[in-house]
């Protein structure tokens, strides 16, 4: 078992920044791919960025590319999403997630472990 649990969360205006933190216990977090994912009000649960289990291989959506950055502390067990230049069209629940594999992935299934999620609001 994994336990995740996101945090950093907030309410920022638009054109700011927040850092979301995600800390994993329980199995052994260092071999696996993380991602973080997003769902806003009455839409689809969607993929915003990925990172590989060594961290040095990362890919994004397109609608966050060159404002958001994923990264990984794998001795402090924890994956970051640096969020810049946010927009209102940001606005959701944000997720983070435990791939079933070493390498990147924008793909849900391919994802076991889910965290409880945290808000984010972007006011324009």
């Known amino acids: 078992q994994v336990q995740l649990v996101e945090s950093g969360g907030g309410l920022v205006q638009a054109g700011g920044s927040l850092r979301l933190s995600c800390a994993a216990s329980g199995r052994t977090f260092s071999p696996y791919g993380m991602g973080w994912f997003r769902q806003a009000p009455g839409k689809e649960r969607e993929f915003v960025a990925t990172?590989?289990?060594?961290?040095?291989?990362?890919y994004y959506a397109d609608s966050v590319k060159g404002r958001f950055t994923i990264s990984r502390d794998n001795a402090k067990n924890t994956v970051y999403l640096q969020m810049n230049s946010l927009k209102p069209e940001d606005t959701a629940v944000y997720y983070c997630?435990?791939?079933?594999?070493?390498?990147?992935?924008?793909?849900?299934?391919?994802?076991?472990?889910w965290g409880q999620g945290t808000q984010v609001t972007v006011s324009s």
């Open positions: 997630a435990k791939s079933r594999y070493s390498r990147k992935s924008a793909v849900r299934n391919q994802y076991d472990y």
């Open positions: 990172i590989d289990w060594s961290g040095d291989d990362t």
